[in-house]
């Protein structure tokens, strides 16, 4: 943000912005007395937990409220009043004057119709005098902008058969379309991969510089927040609690919560490792071995069969936790699935907690799964939605055999005791819990059975940054108490740094590297794990310039 940005007129202003919604006969406060200022170029971070009121907030400007939401105060889009505008004159300032980044591109993009008539009718609604050739070569052009691999084939495909970070990429080139004031990127890197995040935020700093537009970030990953933003507001409870540059932030932050929100942030170096960690399980029992373990996707129509893994050897003992890492596609998650048999191996061996899972019957598998569990990434979607949460916990028990209803029942208030949540949760239905709430019914479902190896995957990766702590800080107890060996797939280094006694690391269905978590991550041998180290944002804006300065040199190969 310099001088001459901040002497041009404000893109965006807003003043004792408010958020309520109709409930039960009565308005309740979503948000409350917002107020900042967005100039040409600025990035301004808005950060808070879920139900801070960030998303709803930004969504009150543009009018995207649902019919029982109304916001009240001022918003100023370049001197325009956006508050109580008409819906028509909203609609024109969508996608013209303020576009959207959204979370998760595969929602926010229509699965029926192709990439590029998806930007060709954005081009369209706001110009009525461009033909369609004209749109076409447009989109191109945008497709090409964001650094699409092949933006012919994208322009023609559809949302299902792009990557994560392409349709991403494809959501940004719709979003910039219309060369917008202002964009709200609302949580734009959360569910990506380390090194496409990177990609991603590269993409979009460069591509506000050339537009020169304002950018609201609504983001929980405060590693984001210091590789992007120039200010920061910090939300609870729907009130502003701090707002500051970037440095004020993240250097000397004055209120508690704010306080609490950056030491929760894991970053890499915050766990040392003891010398001994090397040697630590080498009498222990093994409770997966894998012997040049292949699995394949059997060929489907005219589909290929596709080798997912490739000649993996691993081994983990009881009571340790390997943490297995890799960009999407390389292979993790189906390792983790073929541990508990939820896939078949093609060749190779395959031992778990002592069972031969090389042609295992349907019938054996049953008696193999009261050794094993998994912790799911997304709960919400685990968790049958019909029955209370308590019926899920006991399922296991119930599947097993040989639990009386007693015994079931105090298993389980045994487990919400674990997890350290109320035993009259058990009664409630996963749609009246949190996110982190509902994660940790997964893990007491996992733990029922007292298993001897665990498969987590990537079971923090959808939780703000302050739930995720307080999951993994639980996880670690649960982990040292029952000593259960561990495969935790993640693709966030970060937080492997602070579980994991091994590292395992996967780049196209083979395993390039595996050492200790100070092999790794500090000394690491193999390109693409250094690659990956070099993604990871800090929450630091002078480390993270530096790593910045850093991918930049490498992608010139200067």
Same mark, same amino acid.
């Given at each position: 943000?310099?001088?001459?940005?901040?002497?041009?007129?404000?893109?965006?202003?807003?003043?004792?912005?408010?958020?309520?919604?109709?409930?039960?006969?009565?308005?309740?406060?979503? /948000?409350?007395?917002?107020?900042?200022?967005?100039?040409?170029?600025?990035?301004?971070?808005?950060?808070?937990?879920?139900?801070?009121?960030?998303?709803?907030?930004?969504?009150?400007?543009?009018?995207?409220?649902?019919?029982?939401?109304?916001?009240?105060?001022?918003?100023?889009?370049?001197?325009?009043?956006?508050?109580?505008?008409?819906?028509?004159?909203?609609?024109?300032?969508?996608?013209?004057?303020?576009?959207?980044?959204?979370?998760?591109?595969?929602?926010?993009?229509?699965?029926?119709?192709?990439?590029?008539?998806?930007?060709?009718?954005?081009?369209?609604?706001?110009?009525?005098?461009?033909?369609?050739?004209?749109?076409?070569?447009?989109?191109?052009?945008?497709?090409?902008?964001?650094?699409? &691999?092949?933006?012919?084939?994208?322009?023609?495909? !559809?949302?299902?058969?792009?990557?994560?970070?392409?349709?991403?990429?494809?959501?940004? @080139?719709?979003?910039?379309?219309?060369?917008?004031?202002?964009?709200?990127?609302?949580?734009?890197?959360? /569910?990506?991969?380390?090194?496409?995040?990177?990609?991603?935020?590269?993409?979009?700093?460069?591509?506000?510089?050339?537009?020169?537009? /304002?950018?609201?970030?609504?983001?929980?990953?405060?590693?984001?927040?210091?590789?992007? @933003?120039?200010?920061?507001?910090?939300?609870?409870?729907?009130?502003?609690?701090?707002?500051?540059?970037?440095?004020?932030?993240?250097?000397?932050?004055?209120? &508690?919560?704010?306080?609490?929100?950056?030491?929760?942030?894991?970053?890499?170096?915050?766990?040392?490792?003891?010398?001994?960690?090397?040697?630590?399980?080498?009498?222990?029992?093994?409770?997966?071995?894998?012997?040049?373990?292949?699995?394949?996707?059997?060929?489907?129509?005219?589909?290929?069969?596709?080798?997912?893994?490739?000649?993996?050897?691993?081994?983990?003992?009881?009571?340790?936790?390997?943490?297995?890492?890799?960009?999407?596609?390389?292979?993790?998650?189906?390792?983790?699935? @073929?541990?508990?048999?939820?896939? &078949?191996?093609?060749?190779?061996?395959?031992?778990?907690?002592?069972?031969?899972?090389?042609?295992?019957?349907?019938?054996?598998?049953?008696?193999?799964?009261?050794?094993?569990?998994?912790?799911?990434?997304?709960?919400?979607?685990?968790?049958?939605?019909?029955?209370?949460?308590?019926?899920?916990?006991?399922?296991?028990?119930?599947?097993?055999?040989?639990?009386?209803?007693?015994?079931?029942?105090?298993?389980?208030?045994?487990?919400?005791?674990?997890?350290?949540?109320?035993?009259?949760?058990?009664?409630?239905?996963?749609?009246?819990?949190?996110?982190?709430?509902?994660?940790?019914?997964?893990?007491?479902?996992?733990?029922?059975?007292?298993?001897?190896?665990?498969?987590?995957?990537?079971?923090?990766?959808?939780?703000?940054?302050?739930?995720?702590?307080?999951?993994?800080?639980?996880?670690?107890?649960?982990?040292?108490?029952?000593? !259960?060996?561990?495969? !935790?797939?993640?693709?966030?280094?970060?937080?492997?740094?602070?579980?994991?006694?091994?590292?395992?690391?996967?780049?196209?269905?083979?395993?390039?590297?595996?050492?200790?978590?100070?092999?790794?991550?500090?000394?690491?041998?193999?390109?693409?794990?250094?690659?990956?180290?070099?993604?990871?944002?800090?929450?630091?804006?002078?480390?993270?310039?530096?790593?910045? /300065?850093?991918?930049?040199?490498?992608?010139?190969?200067?």
């Amino acid at each position: 943000m310099n001088d001459t940005q901040n002497s041009a007129p404000p893109v965006l202003e807003v003043r004792g912005l408010g958020i309520d919604f109709w409930v039960e006969g009565e308005w309740v406060s979503a /948000a409350r007395d917002i107020n900042y200022t967005l100039h040409p170029g600025d990035v301004l971070a808005i950060v808070g937990e879920s139900g801070s009121g960030k998303s709803t907030s930004s969504m009150g400007v543009l009018g995207l409220l649902p019919g029982n939401g109304r916001a009240t105060g001022s918003a100023k889009l370049a001197g325009e009043e956006l508050i109580g505008a008409s819906a028509p004159r909203l609609r024109k300032v969508r996608g013209k004057g303020i576009s959207v980044i959204f979370q998760e591109p595969m929602t926010a993009l229509n699965p029926v119709y192709t990439i590029g008539y998806q930007i060709v009718e954005a081009l369209q609604i706001h110009d009525v005098t461009l033909h369609r050739a004209q749109a076409k070569e447009r989109a191109l052009e945008l497709l090409a902008q964001v650094e699409m &691999p092949d933006p012919k084939k994208a322009f023609n495909s !559809f949302p299902h058969q792009l990557s994560g970070g392409q349709r991403q990429r494809a959501m940004i @080139a719709q979003s910039m379309a219309n060369d917008p004031k202002l964009l709200i990127a609302d949580e734009p890197t959360t /569910a990506l991969d380390v090194t496409v995040q990177a990609e991603i935020l590269d993409l979009m700093r460069r591509l506000h510089t050339e537009l020169d537009s /304002a950018i609201v970030l609504i983001t929980h990953d405060m590693g984001v927040v210091a590789d992007l @933003a120039d200010q920061v507001i910090v939300m609870k409870d729907g009130a502003v609690v701090e707002h500051g540059s970037v440095r004020e932030i993240f250097k000397a932050p004055t209120h &508690p919560y704010t306080q609490a929100l950056l030491a929760a942030v894991p970053h890499l170096g915050s766990n040392p490792a003891s010398p001994d960690d090397a040697e630590k399980f080498a009498d222990s029992e093994t409770v997966l071995r894998m012997t040049d373990l292949v699995i394949e996707y059997p060929k489907r129509g005219r589909v290929p069969a596709f080798r997912a893994v490739d000649g993996v050897n691993l081994e983990i003992r009881r009571g340790e936790v390997v943490g297995l890492v890799g960009e999407s596609g390389s292979g993790k998650t189906t390792i983790g699935r @073929a541990a508990i048999g939820l896939l &078949p191996a093609h060749s190779g061996g395959l031992e778990v907690a002592g069972h031969n899972m090389v042609g295992v019957s349907k019938r054996d598998l049953l008696s193999v799964r009261r050794d094993i569990g998994i912790v799911f990434q997304d709960p919400g979607s685990s968790l049958n939605p019909r029955i209370p949460v308590g019926e899920s916990i006991a399922e296991p028990l119930l599947l097993a055999g040989g639990y009386s209803k007693k015994e079931m029942n105090t298993r389980v208030e045994e487990l919400l005791d674990a997890v350290e949540l109320p035993r009259a949760m058990r009664n409630r239905y996963p749609h009246e819990l949190s996110g982190g709430q509902r994660q940790r019914i997964g893990i007491a479902r996992a733990l029922a059975l007292k298993p001897k190896f665990l498969v987590a995957d990537e079971p923090t990766s959808a939780l703000d940054v302050s739930v995720q702590a307080r999951v993994l800080h639980l996880f670690q107890e649960l982990q040292q108490d029952l000593g !259960f060996g561990c495969l !935790f797939v993640t693709h966030d280094l970060a937080v492997v740094d602070q579980l994991a006694d091994r590292i395992a690391v996967m780049n196209h269905g083979k395993l390039v590297e595996i050492g200790t978590r100070d092999q790794i991550l500090r000394n690491p041998q193999d390109p693409y794990t250094q690659r990956l180290i070099s993604a990871v944002p800090v929450p630091d804006p002078d480390e993270q310039g530096e790593r910045r /300065a850093l991918r930049a040199a490498a992608k010139n190969g200067s």
